[in-house]
């Protein structure tokens, strides 16, 4: 072989390397275009639930409050039925299955009646979180997308554009990029992340955030003013924190994991039970609190009842039981919606209940503490959870306690686990 000839597998490898380098600029420009979609896709659906619907349903007579989440059970049962064609009220659930089984296809039609009946739960009331719903529709455009492309780019992993599409619902409801990228790669493993496809999720959770914030604005969803900066006595509080919210984290998933069994009962046997006990709940908050406390997705509470100071511990304790329990019940009725928020709002309760015994003085720094201990335990997303907290209120300078909240936490949460579908690396 002469000394100016070149071998030719140096040729084929080069070729290998353009053509890998070309389906991974492909891949990258292609998630970005699937974020704006479901950016987009999931400001419309937004819009619809909460300022068509909700808004308006709070300025209404008491009366019509207490039975509008019944409404919306039936509603929503009767589109999963005729609509979807017997579909479940599952939605981030559905998305974990798809990544984990290659033969599941997440379909249209399905998608359209589960969101549909997601308006219908969460407009009327019901106590979930609208990001179920943007995950699993973002999933679904996602792997709708991937299977009409090219073949050359359907040789890349089949989950690509479905955790693509997962990671913008969840950035875009959020407006948490990092939150979304995050919790969509963390949350189909217990204890790791998904590979090889960080950056697709990345590209993603950023178009999907810009095309949201695009129709909306940037400011966090929670406004915290506290700035305080953490001191030792805070550390040790932190893992008071993180102990007591794995505790109840492991409660409330054994809990919805009941109503998710319950939901599967005859139609009009669930929603009687669950409905009667819905509207039990609103009058008993109502005699309490003189607040709808367990309606909505929760948001009211942690800026506006959880923020006074003057808080009777036993009163916080009842009511972080009676919005679990109304979770529990929206869920068990056949409510579509996510319980990413109910844990979110879960842990703010019980980080404020927490702070009435250790420091009452910094309830703030104690409640964001309980929405990372808590949600992280209840989903094993501890990194997703702490970016949450600080990309939704805009202060970071939480972190170092919150870490020691969520490994705390993840070590008394065990094995369990709010969903069923996730897996440890080893299965």
Excluded at 56 to 63: A, K, M
Excluded at 224 to 248: E, K, N, P
Excluded at 302 to 327: E, K, N, Q, Y
Aim: aromatic share 10%; glycine share 10%; hydrophobic share 50%.
């Amino acid at each position: 072989m002469g000394l100016g000839r070149r071998p030719a597998s140096f040729d084929v490898r080069r070729d290998e390397l353009r053509q890998l380098f070309r389906r991974s600029r492909d891949v990258i420009l292609i998630a970005a275009l699937t974020g704006a979609v479901v950016g987009f896709a999931v400001r419309l659906f937004e819009y619809v639930v909460l300022e068509l619907l909700y808004h308006q349903l709070v300025e209404q007579e008491l009366w019509i409050l207490a039975i509008a989440p019944v409404v919306g059970l039936v509603v929503s049962g009767l589109l999963l039925r005729y609509v979807g064609g017997g579909a479940s009220s599952a939605t981030s659930d559905e998305y974990l299955r798809a990544y984990h089984d290659p033969n599941y296809t997440l379909r249209i039609r399905p998608m359209v009646a589960r969101i549909s009946a997601s308006i219908a739960t969460l407009g009327t009331g019901g106590s979930l979180g609208l990001e179920g719903p943007s995950l699993y529709g973002g999933a679904t455009l996602g792997e709708s997308i991937q299977s009409r492309l090219p073949k050359r780019f359907r040789g890349t992993d089949h989950r690509t554009l479905l955790v693509a599409g997962a990671a913008a619902g969840v950035a875009a409801i959020f407006k948490a990029p990092a939150t979304g990228a995050i919790f969509a790669l963390e949350v189909p493993y217990r204890n790791e992340l998904a590979r090889r496809m960080l950056l697709p999720a990345l590209v993603a959770s950023a178009s999907g955030y810009l095309a949201f914030v695009s129709l909306s604005d940037t400011s966090p969803i929670f406004r915290v003013v506290d700035q305080q900066l953490f001191t030792i006595r805070d550390l040790f509080g932190a893992i008071l924190v993180g102990v007591s919210c794995a505790i109840g984290a492991r409660a409330f998933a054994k809990l919805m994991r009941m109503s998710k069994g319950f939901s599967l009962r005859a139609f009009p046997v669930r929603v009687v039970l669950c409905g009667s006990g819905l509207v039990g709940l609103f009058a008993l908050s109502r005699v309490l609190t003189g607040e709808n406390l367990t309606i909505g997705t929760g948001y009211e509470a942690i800026t506006g009842w959880l923020a006074d100071p003057d808080l009777a511990l036993w009163l916080i304790v009842v009511v972080l039981f009676m919005r679990c329990l109304a979770s529990a019940l929206t869920m068990a009725g056949g409510g579509v919606g996510g319980v990413f928020i109910p844990l979110v709002v879960g842990g703010a309760f019980m980080g404020r209940a927490v702070a009435e015994v250790v420091n009452p003085d910094r309830y703030t720094l104690y409640t964001l503490l309980g929405i990372a201990a808590f949600l992280g335990a209840g989903y094993r997303v501890p990194i997703a959870a702490i970016m949450f907290v600080a990309e939704t209120t805009g202060r970071p300078n939480f972190v170092v306690p919150a870490l020691f909240a969520a490994v705390a936490a993840e070590l008394v949460m065990g094995d369990q686990s709010i969903t069923a579908f996730q897996r440890t690396p080893d299965d």
